[in-house]
């Protein structure tokens, strides 16, 4: 079972016990948020539905004014000029008001908004906004036709609530100042008038006024959903981006680790090393006696303990070595023209007593008439050598290694190395591939390393931009292969044939 480092462990706990602990602030948050805002979403949506608002008012600051001069000209037909005049001013004065009002608002520094204040001067600043519309009403008092100004002022009415309310959609409470006063005066100045036509407009002029509070209200609804929907995108959107920051760092400081780890081991592997070779030197002297025979005979055997565990120790070494130099991008490949099956061959040789102490069958299958191999021999030593050595020493006494060099379906070369030991379970081959990751059986035998041999073998390959492939089975063995691609493979070229065309000299006779 691989390591699992505590830190790890611990970033999962923290991670999980952050989030509870985060959904309850966000839960607390948006609680103060509604309780603080005026619409009771989100303090963040009334800064948002005030300023559409604003900006709705500003950019009508010159269409509602054409729209009164229009009004003011249709309305001179049934009433003097000068009234017709003073209303308009009037209203595009009040106008002027909410704009220059909102425009503050779009100035004003967001630490110091208030939804409240804001609100209540916005709404004020409507009241008397919709109060210069109702003195639509005084027009009466000009002494023109009733029945033809009554139609009048039900059209300007008409247009004048319809514009206001699209302009003040997004604050309710303005939509309703600004339109209820010009509808009520003008509603009950029809009614006061009488006629079954005038009823008729009062209660058009009415009953539009409730369809576009409505219709206003309505479009707020849109507005806000879409102000939290724009919220969320947000706030998605920052998550996003701290997730991302924090697994950069994550990354960041693993590839930290992961580099202070490969420094730690090459160093502690050299240091190590320099003893360990005079370690293994006088112990040879020792065991063979060279300084003249020992006293008590037990020394040799001691003194052969002693360089047995040294060459293990000293290959443990070698493949700390080697991993961290693969790992740090300093393993570098010195190539050359290679033959596969003379590397596979000697490799058998040196593995040969070592099976036969087993009593191990090793086998051996090489395929006729294989090109040579563009690699690096020391490398691809020591993955043959790394492959046979696992098979041996995992299989049982008086089992079977095989090893067979041939050619791969795409035109490259490998190595397979097939035993009949007690096979990987299926859920451990990912362990056994990964570093200083060792299966069960591992744990079980009395000859164990350090977990490195596949991962070694596998980065080797990468490096030669082959691939490796462990299979195995419970109870039916293992087969681990190393495939070249075909464009190591150094297939002999077609002789190149020359042609010259020849040169024929006719001469004339006589």
């Known amino acids: 079972m691989p390591f699992t480092p505590a830190a790890t462990n611990g970033d999962a706990r923290a991670q999980t016990g952050r989030e509870p602990r985060r959904s309850s602030q966000r839960a607390v948050f948006d609680a103060r948020q509604r309780l603080t805002s005026t619409s009771g979403t989100r303090a963040a949506f009334d800064f948002e539905l005030l300023d559409e608002y604003a900006g709705s008012r500003i950019s009508g600051?010159?269409?509602?004014?054409?729209?009164?001069?229009?009004?003011?000209?249709?309305?001179?037909?049934?009433?003097?000029?000068?009234?017709?005049?003073?209303?308009?001013?009037?209203?595009?004065?009040?106008?002027?008001?909410?704009?220059?009002?909102?425009?503050?608002?779009?100035?004003?520094?967001?630490?110091?908004?208030?939804?409240?204040?804001?609100?209540?001067?916005?709404?004020?600043?409507?009241?008397?906004?919709?109060?210069?519309?109702s003195l639509l009403s005084l027009f009466?008092?000009?002494?023109?036709?009733?029945?033809?100004?009554?139609?009048?002022?039900?059209?300007?009415?008409l247009?004048?609530?319809?514009?206001?309310a699209v302009s003040t959609r997004t604050l309710p409470g303005a939509t309703l100042m600004s339109t209820l006063p010009v509808t009520l005066t003008v509603g009950l100045n029809l009614i006061v008038s009488g006629g079954t036509l005038n009823y008729a407009l009062a209660a058009v002029t009415l009953g539009g006024e409730v369809f576009f509070v409505y219709l206003a209200r309505q479009m707020h609804g849109s507005e806000l959903e879409s102000v939290k929907h724009r919220a969320e995108k947000d706030a998605l959107i920052f998550e996003l981006e701290e997730a991302r920051h924090?697994?950069?760092?994550?990354?960041?400081?693993?590839?930290?680790?992961?580099?202070?780890?490969?420094?730690?081991?090459?160093?502690?592997?050299?240091?190590?090393?320099?003893?360990?070779?005079?370690?293994?030197?006088?112990?040879?002297?020792?065991?063979?006696?060279?300084?003249?025979?020992?006293?008590?005979p037990q020394y040799k055997e001691y003194a052969g303990d002693i360089h047995r565990s040294g060459q293990h120790l000293l290959n443990l070494i070698n493949e700390l070595l080697d991993l961290s130099r693969i790992e740090a991008g300093k393993y570098e490949l010195n190539e050359e023209a290679v033959s596969l099956i003379d590397?596979?061959?000697?490799?058998?040789?040196?593995?040969?007593?070592?099976?036969?102490?087993?009593?191990?069958?090793?086998?051996?299958?090489?395929?006729?008439?294989?090109?040579?191999?563009?690699?690096?021999?020391?490398?691809?030593?020591?993955?043959?050598?790394?492959?046979?050595?696992?098979?041996?020493?995992?299989?049982?006494?008086?089992g079977k290694v095989q090893m067979a060099i041939d050619r791969s379906a795409d035109g490259g070369q490998l190595v397979s190395v097939r035993d009949n030991g007690?096979?990987?379970?299926?859920?451990?081959?990912?362990?056994?591939?990964?570093?200083?990751?060792?299966?069960?059986?591992?744990?079980?035998?009395?000859?164990?390393?350090?977990?490195?041999g596949l991962p070694i073998v596998q980065r080797i390959m990468e490096l030669h931009q082959g691939r490796f492939d462990l299979f195995s089975k419970l109870r039916f063995g293992t087969e681990a292969i190393a495939t070249f691609p075909r464009a190591r493979v150094m297939d002999a070229l077609a002789p190149v044939v020359a042609r010259t065309e020849r040169l024929r000299i006719y001469s004339d006779a006589g």
């Open 61 to 133: 600051e010159l269409a509602l004014p054409a729209i009164l001069l229009i009004l003011a000209l249709f309305a001179s037909l049934w009433v003097p000029v000068l009234a017709a005049a003073a209303w308009v001013a009037t209203v595009i004065a009040a106008n002027t008001v909410v704009v220059l009002l909102c425009r503050r608002f779009k100035r004003s520094e967001p630490q110091e908004y208030s939804a409240g204040y804001w609100t209540m001067r916005f709404i004020l600043a409507e009241t008397a906004y919709g109060i210069a519309w």
């Open 159 to 164: 247009v004048g609530v319809a514009a206001n």
């Open 140 to 157: 009466t008092l000009t002494g023109a036709a009733a029945h033809d100004l009554a139609v009048a002022m039900f059209a300007m009415v």
């Open 343 to 398: 590397i596979a061959e000697d490799c058998r040789r040196m593995m040969e007593i070592r099976a036969q102490a087993k009593g191990i069958e090793l086998a051996v299958s090489y395929a006729a008439g294989l090109p040579r191999l563009w690699g690096d021999e020391r490398a691809i030593r020591q993955v043959v050598l790394n492959l046979l050595s696992n098979a041996i020493k995992f299989t049982p006494q008086a």
């Open 422 to 452: 007690p096979g990987i379970p299926e859920d451990e081959i990912a362990t056994v591939l990964s570093s200083f990751g060792q299966g069960s059986l591992a744990h079980k035998t009395a000859e164990q390393g350090a977990g490195l």
């Open 246 to 296: 924090m697994s950069d760092e994550a990354r960041r400081h693993a590839e930290q680790a992961n580099i202070a780890k490969s420094q730690f081991l090459a160093t502690m592997s050299h240091e190590l090393r320099t003893p360990l070779n005079a370690i293994i030197g006088f112990s040879e002297v020792l065991q063979s006696e060279l300084l003249g025979p020992h006293a008590v």
